[in-house]
């Protein structure tokens, strides 16, 4: 028998996972498809009048689908034998397709244990090529029926829409991951992406413009929604003139609620400003309803503001923008200025500037081109300008973020840094306080009582602070805590964080000079501190304390029964030889020390038969 090579058997592997790959895109395709033609047949046999067989239904499914995934239609059956573009998109059909796409190349790109695994790219093509072409089947089969497929539309928007959902699927499957960049693209890009400092502020921007947009929506749903209830007879009778059975109606009710993100979209740029065209001579705006409007009655444009100057209930549409510029600049000043980390890690005013105007970007780009697929002609007469003005809607959103979100950001920032009472600030109470301000002391000016009564003092506030892990958090805690905090706080800073602060500093000098303090005691964040977390690191620099050292040692000469010798001296500036007496009452001192530091710390006291703790 012949054994195949490996090269051999990887190459099969690798054709297997692309084809597996091919075949889920073409699934993907078949399933939204399908779907939607089962809708489709199932009203046109409830229809008590159809007005075609089975096949015209066929065919306007797969037109319907189409325009799903941003294709325009054509109506041939008008009354002056123009053929009239349907190029309004309605965005709730296009969660489907866009879902089945990504989902197929995520898990075509990270499939079961056991199955070959393709290359990003592979099955980034391969899912996409079977999605297009079962694509290119439907557009085939809708060619002779009543909304015909634009042929310049399949190739943009239908086959961006389908490549973009396919590669978030492969990104995500990925891990979501910023960066590295491709190596054909610019050397500064590839530096800037490398750096985290970058990528932590592009995220943070990328999710303050998308809460600024989600801000947009719900606005501009709000605005849809109480128009609509102030005329909800224009919006019955317009419900009920379309259609006199309940099939009929059903359908328009299915076709309505998949407008609403449409809807939504209208009211937002109506809240920014530049409105909504309903015709090529009508404009609605806050200020008003100018020219003549040729809307079609439908149920959703019954919430189109009457003809005529705008009053003050429209203005207050304004409110819109000014409520997503305060949520995005509220966004951004969380991640500028942290609740759980010092002060010291807080973003400067100019970086937290140049993230709310990278925010700002994002949102007015985000809301044009939302606005761009939330209209589109219904004609070729009046009705060929239908929807939000996208190049007005973008730069409104810009303008509104960006200049009400930056000289909010720079005030909030301010707010949560500002020094007295801040509720927020609750899991750093020393952050506030600036390394410098730290006291500061000679190497061997600490005593080992002193030691004893820190120790104590980290212990108790440790077991406070593991005792208040997985509380819920309450605004009011830490004005209450501040107040204990001054009580408690004083009286053990003389111990806990003047010892902390001996420490001299690495590369000191060995003239045993006052070193600045530094380390975790200094900036308010060791274990003794209020905001003491179980996963801080505990400060290891007084172990090597001379007093610490002083006290080790002269347990381990107890214990020896006095066979080890006395602490050297190793302090520079003493001179001439050590007196007995005075060596013998240190020792007795370390020895009675060393006892209440232990007994301070929980720790038993050694028996005088038994050896001591290990220094």
């Known amino acids: 028998m012949t054994q195949r090579s490996p090269m051999v058997t990887a190459e ?312 997503a510029a305060l949520a995005l600049a509220w966004s951004t000043a969380r991640r500028a200025a942290p609740a759980d980390a010092p002060r010291a890690r807080a973003w400067s005013r100019s970086e937290t500037v140049r993230v709310t105007l990278l925010a700002a970007l994002g949102c007015g780009a985000a809301t044009a081109l939302l606005t761009a697929v939330a209209g589109g002609p219904l004609g070729t007469g009046a009705l060929r300008e239908f929807g939000p003005v996208w190049w007005l809607a973008g730069p409104a959103a810009l303008a509104w973020t960006a200049g009400l979100g930056v000289p909010a950001v720079l005030l909030l920032r301010r707010w949560r840094l500002r020094t007295p009472g801040w509720a927020w600030r609750r899991d750093v109470p020393g952050a506030d306080e600036s390394p410098a301000a730290a006291p500061t002391r000679a190497p061997g000016e600490t005593s080992t009582k002193e030691a004893a009564n820190a120790t104590v003092s980290e212990a108790r506030a440790g077991a406070e602070a593991r005792a208040s892990v997985g509380r819920p958090r309450r605004w009011w805690a830490p004005w209450r805590g501040r107040a204990a905090a001054g009580a408690s706080g004083d009286a053990a800073r003389g111990g806990s964080a003047a010892s902390t602060a001996s420490v001299p500093a690495p590369g000191g000098g060995p003239g045993g000079g006052p070193e600045t303090a530094s380390g975790p005691a200094a900036d308010g964040s060791g274990p003794g501190d209020g905001g003491f977390e179980p996963y801080d690191f505990l400060p290891t620099d007084p172990w090597h304390a001379k007093d610490f050292r002083e006290t080790r040692w002269a347990s381990l000469k107890r214990d020896s029964g006095g066979l080890m010798a006395d602490f050297p001296a190793a302090s520079a500036g003493s001179t001439g030889p050590a007196d007995p007496v005075g060596s013998a009452d240190a020792d007795a001192d370390s020895d009675t020390d060393a006892e209440a530091a232990g007994s301070a710390a929980g720790r038993p006291a050694p028996a005088p038969d038994r050896p001591g703790p290990t220094p």
């Open 12 to 323: 099969r592997n690798r054709t297997l996972a692309l084809a597996s790959a091919l075949v889920r895109g073409a699934v993907a395709a078949g399933l939204g498809l399908g779907s939607l033609t089962v809708l489709v047949m199932v009203l046109w046999i409830s229809s008590p009048y159809p007005d075609s067989g089975p096949g015209g239904a066929l065919r306007a499914a797969a037109g319907v689908w189409l325009l799903a995934h941003g294709a325009g239609l054509l109506r041939p059956d008008t009354l002056s034998g123009v053929p009239a573009p349907v190029s309004l998109v309605p965005l709730l059909l296009v969660v489907g397709p866009v879902w089945l796409a990504h989902r197929a190349a995520r898990d075509a790109a990270d499939p079961e244990e056991g199955r070959p695994r393709p290359s990003q790219a592979g099955a980034f093509c391969a899912v996409t090529a079977g999605y297009l072409l079962v694509v290119a089947g439907a557009a085939a089969a809708a060619r002779g029926g009543s909304l015909r497929p634009d042929p310049d539309t399949l190739v943009f928007p239908v086959a961006l829409v389908v490549a973009g959902a396919a590669a978030a699927g492969v990104w995500t499957a990925a891990g979501r991951p910023f960066g590295p960049l491709p190596s054909w693209s610019p050397l500064v890009l590839q530096e800037a992406v490398a750096r985290t400092v970058v990528r932590d502020r592009a995220e943070a921007a990328c999710r303050s413009a998308a809460v600024g947009v989600t801000v947009l929506l719900g606005g501009g749903a709000l605005l849809v929604a109480v128009a609509l209830g102030r005329n909800a007879g224009a919006a019955q009778d317009a419900f009920l003139g379309l259609a006199g059975d309940w099939s009929g109606r059903i359908a328009v009710l299915l076709l309505a609620a998949s407008l609403v993100p449409n809807a939504a979209l209208w009211g937002a740029s109506y809240g920014l400003g530049p409105g909504f065209s309903l015709g090529t001579g009508a404009t609605a705006t806050p200020l008003g309803l100018a020219g003549s409007p040729t809307a079609p009655p439908f149920p959703l444009l019954a919430a189109v503001p009457d003809q005529g100057p705008g009053t003050l209930l429209n203005g207050a549409a304004l409110a819109v923008p000014v409520a």
